[in-house]
């Protein structure tokens, strides 16, 4: 059984940086995937990245595109995401999630939600001075 657990939020002040962490378990998790989304309150949930499972191929979203970067650690079952620069209005829950088994992440489609069905519970990042 596959879960996916977040850590590493909390206050950061903008322009500040903050890593995320998702410890995966699960014998398949070095060959899938791994989406980053966050949900503010009163929003739809965000893609905000992807990562391959080899780690070759990325996407970001526009609004975090050139701050935030996303890696993996396969050996250790980790992903991270770093923030970089963050700014007031990327403060929301963040979530990394395992997409279906189809999926195919690279820097021209597009992270939605609808495509991934294993979720994490969730890390809180408050941007705020």
């Known amino acids: 059984q596959l879960q996916l657990v977040e850590s590493g939020g909390g206050l950061v002040q903008p322009g500040g940086s903050l890593r995320l962490s998702c410890a995966a378990s699960?014998?398949?998790?070095?060959?899938?995937?791994i989406g980053w989304f966050r949900q503010a309150p009163g929003k739809e949930r965000e893609g905000v990245s992807c990562i391959s499972s080899g780690g070759d191929r990325t996407n970001y979203a526009d609004s975090v595109n050139g701050r935030f970067t996303i890696s993996r650690d396969n050996a250790k079952k980790m992903v991270y995401l770093q923030m970089n620069s963050p700014k007031p209005e990327d403060t929301a829950v963040y979530y990394c999630?395992?997409?279906?088994?189809?999926?195919?992440?690279?820097?021209?489609?597009?992270?939605?939600?609808?495509?991934?069905?294993?979720w994490g519970q969730g890390t809180q990042v408050t941007v705020s001075s």
């Open positions: 999630a395992v997409p279906d088994p189809m999926y195919y992440c690279s820097s021209d489609v597009p992270v939605l939600a609808m495509d991934f069905g294993s």
């Open positions: 699960g014998a398949t998790v070095d060959y899938t995937a």
